[in-house]
């Protein structure tokens, strides 16, 4: 993330966010969207500016577990809440989350454009639903559009994460040592 912050307007206080498990402190107008935050002050590009109007998810990250689009969204809504955008995703520079994983190994992406926010809806829709069916993925990631027509290798992806994460559950121990 970018250590140093642009200059606030005279409105702007001093807002603190948990993003990416990092407790960080932004001078800026509460109203300010907060992927211009992202994007402009903390350096995290992923998320992508599509349509401005929360239309296209391009500019999703998961807040609270949610996929939520952050184009038109003031960054003072997101207060208090635990952000994960497309980078926070990995785990260090080289272990990428499975559905990133699979992204990459089902060629999913084509301009790549919507991609991040395909993987924050992808993520989202794990967490609450580990085995979704096709006509679930389709629905979850229906928000989200891609104008290259990737979505039969997205659908791919998503299957091929799911199969990950669930082979990584059955092969984790718990407490007591017995699977999960």
């Known amino acids: 993330m970018a250590d140093e912050h642009r200059a606030a307007p005279e409105d702007a ?66 207060v208090g809440r635990h952000v994960v955008t497309v980078e926070g995703l990995s785990r260090g520079s080289d272990v990428l989350h499975p559905v990133q994983q699979a992204f990459l190994e089902e060629e999913a992406a084509q301009c790549g454009f919507c991609i991040p926010g395909m993987v924050i809806g992808a993520v989202a829709l794990l967490d609450r639903t580990p085995d979704p069916t096709d006509a679930e993925i389709r629905d979850s990631l229906a928000p989200h559009l891609c104008r290259c027509g990737s979505h039969a290798r997205i659908i791919r992806a998503v299957r091929r994460a799911a199969n990950s994460l669930a082979e990584a559950r059955s092969v984790a121990p718990v407490a007591g040592g017995r699977p999960r």
């Open 13 to 78: 206080g001093t807002i603190e966010l948990n993003v990416n498990g990092a407790s960080v402190r932004v001078a800026v107008d509460p109203v300010t969207p907060f992927l211009e935050v992202l994007r402009n002050d903390l350096g995290l590009t992923g998320a992508k500016y599509g349509c401005g109007v929360e239309q296209c998810r391009a500019c999703a990250v998961l807040a609270d577990g949610v996929a939520v689009p952050t184009c038109a969204t003031a960054v003072g809504s997101f």
